[in-house]
């Protein structure tokens, strides 16, 4: 297999995975680039190349969409500070389960002290390296589950480790140079967040299922988040043209509906008569939740990824009257 065999193998990938305008500014460059790390005898790019092309790719596909990237950093402040929210409030229910009248010890804080490090990393110094300790959380709170099985000991349930986890995914867009103030947002929260726990915990102590208040709490923040998204859109495009108010609200929709399963699943089981905040409790059927859990995974990105295709449709569209077939065709 000849070099320019090989070069047009390359071409391809980044014809397919790139934006027009990067395409002919940097598209010989990129495949110049891959050829001269290839080895010797290589005949097709091989997978880890495909995906590297594909990650540059959707990142420059998403940089040329206006307002998406600064809106994606608002969502993952928003996001990281409702989760350290959460770590910080769970965490205090585990330790008033703990000096309770039937003490029981948990798996669950070791993914609320995770996120609360986390917080405390990006108040610290929130470069880079701090997502690894969002990316650590993250994993902690997925194998919660499976280690309480595999151990024995009680956790979490998933209601509410589920939204904590897509929580914690928004949350890896958060800005890594934020402002002297921004940054201490989710230790704020954290830290405001435990006190209120205590103090609005039974005065009788906590026992049994402490996690019940999530059946209220995760819906009431969930519509908190909705309402003080649509607002914040509303405001930013009312006063300046700014779309990243509503990209905020695009990416947040799929973290909100998973603060809403329990309702969502309660809804689906045919819950008449009870509104969405209903402090009534509600035990949906699991297979009520699972569609709920579907439904708003699917939904949600849909819509996303809809908004942004529309977006960057417009965005590369030729301006009115830049006639005639220059540029319709694009070669490498």
């Known amino acids: 297999m000849s070099r320019p065999?090989?070069?047009?193998?390359?071409a391809r990938w980044v014809a397919l995975l790139y934006p027009a305008p990067d395409r002919h500014r940097r598209g010989a460059e990129l495949v110049d680039t891959y050829l001269a790390l290839a080895p010797p005898?290589?005949?097709?790019?091989?997978?880890?190349?495909?995906?590297?092309l594909a990650a540059g790719g959707l990142r420059r596909h998403l940089r040329a969409v206006p307002g998406f990237g600064p809106g994606l950093r608002l969502a993952g402040l928003i996001a990281l500070t409702t989760a350290a929210a959460f770590g910080s409030g769970w965490a205090a229910f585990e330790m008033l389960a703990l000096?309770?009248?039937?003490?029981?010890?948990?798996?669950?804080?070791?993914?609320?002290?995770?996120w609360l490090l986390t917080a405390a990393a990006?108040?610290?110094?929130?470069?880079?390296w701090w997502r690894r300790s969002a990316v650590a959380a993250l994993l902690v709170t997925a194998a919660l589950q499976p280690a309480a099985l595999l151990t024995g000991r009680p956790g979490a349930p998933l209601t509410v480790l589920v939204p904590q986890c897509?929580?914690?995914?928004?949350?890896?867009?958060?800005d890594v140079r934020p402002g002297r103030r921004t940054r201490l947002l989710p230790l704020a929260a954290a830290l405001v967040t435990a006190p209120v726990t205590v103090a609005a915990a039974p005065p009788e102590g906590v026992f049994g299922n402490y996690y019940e208040p999530a059946e209220t709490v995760l819906p009431?923040?969930?519509?908190?988040?909705?309402?003080t998204a649509v607002l914040l859109a509303l405001a930013l495009a009312v006063v300046r043209p700014d779309s990243r108010g509503v990209w905020t609200l695009l990416i947040l929709l799929t973290p909100i509906g998973m603060l809403a399963l329990n309702r969502l699943g309660g809804l689906l089981?045919?819950?008449?008569?009870r509104p969405l905040l209903?402090?009534?409790?509600?035990?949906p059927t699991w297979p009520s939740m699972a569609a709920a859990a579907a439904a708003v995974a699917t939904v949600g990105p849909a819509l996303l990824l809809l908004a942004l295709a529309l977006a960057a449709r417009s965005h590369h569209r030729p301006p009115p009257g830049a006639g005639g077939c220059a540029g319709v065709r694009e070669e490498l």
């Open 5 to 10: 065999d090989l070069a047009r193998r390359y």
């Open 41 to 52: 005898g290589r005949r097709h790019p091989t997978a880890a190349d495909i995906a590297d």
């Open 99 to 114: 000096h309770g009248p039937r003490p029981s010890v948990s798996l669950a804080p070791a993914a609320w002290v995770a």
């Open 122 to 128: 990006y108040a610290a110094a929130p470069g880079r």
């Open 166 to 174: 897509v929580l914690g995914l928004v949350a890896l867009g958060a």
């Open 220 to 227: 009431v923040v969930g519509v908190t988040l909705l309402i």
């Open 269 to 273: 089981d045919g819950a008449p008569g």
């Open 278 to 283: 209903d402090t009534w409790p509600l035990v």
